[in-house]
């Protein structure tokens, strides 16, 4: 008879022990190889977006003659209003040659449109615009920082060569020798780019004026449309379901139906928006109201299943002890479940919020998409009314159109967005350790 000690392993506990230090590895491996294409990931994003958050300037000192702007002198604003930007733009092109002489700079180009093609086509706005509001600089020479085109600023991003402009009729590469002397003198330079987060869409001619600020805004009046539905029908529901609702065929008709919903493509949710709230209910097309309410019907499932995993969470004995000192069903439901069950409702709620602020499918239906946001709304509820976009949306514009530099803000516009999901889930996580209880 054969004798064995406690302390030493046998072959069948030596295998048991190989598997789970087997699978303990191939975890580890799975946990490394998610992290390395996450890195890839975010460093791709970084890489290819922060040039969004740069722009080229040209400072120029641009001399408002009142014999182009205001020849009555009289400096009355409606005979000011009347010089287009065709009037304006003599007077860039003096400013170019000024400061291309003063740099050593030699001028290549007979016509002054040729110099105008390093400049943004918004310059002579802009110019136009501040004269307009301050008509009293007429006849000073005023210092701009007007934007470089998007062919110049590419350049100066190595994203445009020499070679690449060949066949480009916006520039050539004459532009850049040009450039390169404007930018030894310090005249054209790189700086950060405010306006592409403050600022609107732009037409695809305008690629170097585009911001996605005007979109930020029409999602968070989609997101107050959402909060302010999908949290109370969602939680009544939930509430209903879970604690007053009697178990019958009727009530597991529901319960299925809600599961299935949280499964539809959210396309589907799209169509169901421009069926009933644009062609029946005649609600304003690419309005964020509608998007809202589009984006209420696919997060309610979401919303829904969570609160009620919240609810089922809170042990029965609080409930028992509640009605063992007199409270109603209604006062137990409301003065003890759902107080405890609250971080867990905000949780489900916040990321049903993060996964509608990041739906593009559902508003390409309604229009968001080829509406381009080019105005901030007049007041509040013109938010909720007027047309506007949706950074998602606005980023699958951005990134569909022709020149480069609007796929250079498409990488920028998602960076912003993912700062905004990763904030909604930051908060999430607080929200559910700061009011968690363990029983």
Not at 281 to 290: D, E, G, M, R, Y
Not at 356 to 384: K, Q, R
Request: hydrophobic share 50%.
């Amino acid at each position: 008879m054969s004798r064995s000690s406690l302390l030493s392993l046998d072959a069948r506990t030596k295998k048991r022990n190989a598997a789970e230090a087997r699978f303990r590895a191939y975890g580890i491996a799975a946990i490394a190889i998610g992290l390395v294409f996450l890195l890839v990931l975010i460093t791709s994003i970084i890489f290819k977006g922060v040039g969004a958050f740069q722009q080229s300037f040209v400072t120029l000192n641009v001399e408002l003659l009142e014999s182009k702007l205001d020849k009555s002198g009289t400096r009355d604003l409606e005979k000011i209003k009347k010089v287009t930007t065709f009037g304006y733009n003599p007077l860039i092109d003096t400013a170019l040659k000024q400061a291309m002489a003063e740099a050593g700079v030699e001028n290549p180009f007979k016509k002054g449109k040729d110099l105008r093609k390093m400049l943004s086509s918004g310059a002579a706005a802009q110019i136009r615009a501040f004269v307009i509001e301050n008509p009293d600089k007429i006849g000073e020479v005023v210092t701009f920082r007007l934007l470089a085109s998007s062919r110049v600023d590419g350049y100066l991003k190595d994203r445009v060569t020499r070679e690449s402009l060949a066949r480009d009729k916006n520039l050539t590469p004459v532009h850049l020798d040009v450039i390169d002397g404007l930018r030894d003198a310090g005249v054209v330079s790189k700086s950060f780019n405010m306006s592409f987060i403050t600022g609107a869409d732009a037409s695809e001619s305008r690629p170097e004026q585009a911001g996605i600020g005007v979109a930020m805004l029409g999602s968070f009046y989609m997101m107050l449309v959402v909060l302010a539905c999908a949290l109370p029908i969602g939680v009544a529901a939930s509430i209903y379901l879970e604690e007053f609702a009697p178990q019958n065929g009727f009530t597991d008709l529901i319960e299925v139906n809600i599961s299935n919903l949280a499964a539809v493509p959210s396309i589907v949710f799209g169509i169901l928006g421009l069926a009933v709230f644009i062609q029946f209910a005649h609600l304003p097309q690419s309005a964020p109201l509608v998007g809202g309410l589009v984006l209420t019907l696919m997060t309610l499932p979401t919303i829904i299943i969570s609160t009620r995993a919240s609810l089922k969470a809170v042990p029965p004995s609080i409930r028992e002890a509640a009605l063992g000192i007199g409270a109603s069903k209604m006062q137990t439901v409301f003065h003890h479940v759902l107080p405890l069950a609250m971080p867990g409702i905000l949780t489900g709620t916040i990321i049903g919020l993060a996964q509608a602020l990041g739906e593009t499918a559902p508003l390409l239906l309604i229009g968001m998409v080829g509406y381009i946001a080019s105005n901030y709304p007049d007041g509040f509820v013109e938010g909720f009314l007027s047309p506007n976009s949706a950074m998602p949306a606005q980023i699958y514009e951005w990134a569909k159109r022709a020149d480069p530099a609007y796929y250079e803000r498409a990488w920028g516009g998602i960076i912003i967005l993912l700062v905004f999901l990763m904030t909604m889930n930051i908060i999430a996580i607080i929200l559910r350790r700061r009011f968690e209880r363990r029983w």
